[in-house]
């Protein structure tokens, strides 16, 4: 009977530890990962636009003693590709039972957490329960608005991905729906599909053409610069082209790729600011040196034209 007792507790054990939570179905907070989705836009040249649409983990911050990560939802239209609007900037973190968490949103999009609104308590943003059917949560969107999120499907089929989790997200006005859409969101992966189903002139489908979804990247040590405000990288995320400003104890500029790879070495004499062109999408890291210290930063590579 404790033979039967124990490998009874043992196969328990081994079910919970294997079980999925619903930051399996999220992209990984990791800074430098993101998702790259395009659609087509309304068919006849009217309603919604074509574009791209680009969610990326930008960096990470403390909020209330807790460690966040900044992703920033940033779209692009085809006719006009030089106006990047951000249309979401939310800090997320992944609690110790598998929830995605909300800890603050900053409605201005520039990613400061000074002009940022916190949530205390967080909130739940992509918690354990969307893995079953039928779930349903209810939000405050401000000025009127509301937001229902419902669990449609957890073995959906979205283009090449399978067993994907569907949502539908149904935005209301004063109580008048305005927004109905469905998010499938792939194992391991996060968002794969989007589809606006309401209103009539905005129906489109946004599908993942490309992405980084990879571990967090822990083996770079930053150490002290000087004066960092001095350090800029623009644009970030960038189609490849980038500029780097830096202070004048700057003596050599590397590029590196996401396993630590120097790809372009630059020596610095007397400029202040340097162009560089890297061709293929993904997170790359910038390592600055002096003659007494190192910083690196990460820069995320994402063309929407391809």
Known sequence: MKTILLIVISFFLIEISFAQTGADYYLPLCTGNFLKLYTGGTPGGSGWEARHTFYGIFRSDVINGKLYFLEKG???????PTDTSVFQCFWLRKDSIGNILIGASDATGTGNLDSATIANPPGLYFPNQFLTVGYA????MGNGMTGTDSVISVSATAGTYINCIQIRFIRKVNGTVDIIEDTYYAYHLGQVKDERLYPNNQIHTDDLVGYLATNCYSAIIEQGFGNENELNIYPDPSNGKFTITFPSLTREIQILNSVGQVLQTKFVYHE?????????????LIRIKTDQQTLTRKLIICNMTK
Do not use: H, P, V, W
């Open 74 to 80: 940033i779209e692009i239209t085809d006719k006009n």
């Open 137 to 140: 949560q209810s939000y405050s």
């Open 272 to 284: 202040k600011r340097m162009d560089f062109n890297l061709t293929s999408d993904g997170i790359y």
